[in-house]
């Protein structure tokens, strides 16, 4: 897993997140009021090199579509899964987090 800074979003672009969970849903929204929801991996192909995505890495079909997705990716795995974490890195998301580290810093990004 990596560790580097928290990206920022660029001129023009926005914060989104593709995440299922409603607690995480819930735990991101009251962090980072600015970010806004999609609904399944097929719009990650939608968004460009200003836009950050928060991004459950657990959820089915969705390091096959980072493929096409332009955006900075900030994902987060169960500690235990390294299998996940693993595939995520190949498919080149920028920083893979464990869950818990991913919220500690989401609260706290600097």
């Known amino acids: 897993m990596t560790s580097g800074a928290w990206p920022t ?12 969970d409603l607690m995480d849903r819930s735990r991101i929204s009251a962090a980072r ?9 097929v719009e990650l192909a939608g968004l ?11 959820r089915i079909g969705v390091i096959e579509a980072l493929a096409g997705c332009g955006a900075v990716v900030v994902g987060f795995v ?3 899964d390294d299998a996940t974490a693993a595939a995520a890195t190949a498919a080149g998301v920028g920083e893979v987090l464990a869950r818990s580290v991913f919220f500690r810093r989401l609260a706290n990004p600097s």
């Open 33 to 41: 009021p600015e970010v806004s929801f999609l609904r399944g991996p």
């Open 78 to 80: 169960a500690h235990v």
């Open 48 to 58: 460009g090199e200003h836009d950050v995505v928060l991004v459950d890495l657990g």
């Open 9 to 20: 979003v660029g001129a023009g672009g926005r914060l989104v997140a593709l995440v299922t």
